[in-house]
């Protein structure tokens, strides 16, 4: 039986980073609508984080709302954006006990805002600003965001300042050019899981997953529970990771 103590005999990835599939389909086997499934998902996020900061776990990346999921119904992605408020009420409804499973967690995201409500952007704002000086563990939420939108903003970002002056070309490496993304300030993915049975990336976090470890699971997500995280991490920790080395 996998433990959190047999896990934490090995190496535990730094950096692991989730695509939440499948919500939709595990609330229609259960004869409930999709929004249902979308806001069990969001709950789940919490249980996730909680289970890998026990592990060690550094940085938890999830993919909640991709640039290209403005295309689904409305009534969907009116369910979707509602999400933060709902997940902001039932944090403020937590026991003392579950709010101290959550201290020390710095929340971020990592996506364009301009399409966001008032309202979203300034939760956004606030629980940044609440958080950003806890140190244990880093949850990065990746609402409308899209690597490829990602990597050209950055790059526009470099020719902006090469064009003022303020960057000179033979200075732009890949830890330069890293610096203008979305996460600048988190290392590279160790592990990306997806759930549901999917085997694609989805236009997530391609350049922070140039060696990451992949690992997909039927599981959909919001029945992605402790077993699943336990037996990915045990799958994880069985690759031997070259980084274009010779194995050993």
Not at 53 to 68: D, I, Q, R
Not at 121 to 135: A, F, M
């Amino acid at each position: 039986m996998l433990t959190e103590a047999k896990l934490k005999q090995k190496q535990i990835p730094r950096h692991v980073a989730i695509i939440l599939d499948g919500n939709g389909r595990w609330a229609k086997k259960r004869m409930m609508p999709r929004s249902y499934g979308h806001e069990q998902g969001a709950l789940n996020v919490k249980r996730v984080a909680e289970l890998c900061k026990a592990l060690g776990v550094e940085v938890l990346s999830v993919y909640g709302f991709s640039t290209e999921n403005w295309q689904r119904p409305k009534d969907e992605v009116d369910f979707l954006m509602d999400l933060p408020k709902r997940f902001q009420e039932r944090y403020d409804e937590d026991t003392l006990e579950e709010k101290v499973k959550m201290h020390d967690i710095k929340v971020v995201f990592s996506g364009r805002r301009d399409r966001f409500n008032d309202y979203n952007r300034q939760l956004i704002n606030e629980i940044e600003t609440k958080t950003k000086d806890q140190t244990a563990f880093t949850l990065n939420v990746c609402v409308d965001y899209g690597s490829q939108h990602e990597i050209i903003t950055a790059a526009k970002g470099v020719a902006k300042d090469v064009q003022v002056g303020a960057l000179e070309l033979d200075q732009i490496d890949e830890s330069r050019f890293e610096t203008y993304l979305y996460t600048k300030d988190l290392p590279p993915v160790d592990l990306l899981i997806r759930t549901s049975g999917e085997q694609r990336l989805s236009n997530y976090l391609l350049w922070q997953n140039a060696y990451a470890e992949f690992y997909f699971t039927k599981t959909h997500w919001p029945a992605f529970r402790k077993k699943a995280l336990y037996k990915a991490i045990k799958a994880y920790q069985n690759r031997n990771r070259k980084f274009g080395k010779v194995g050993t």
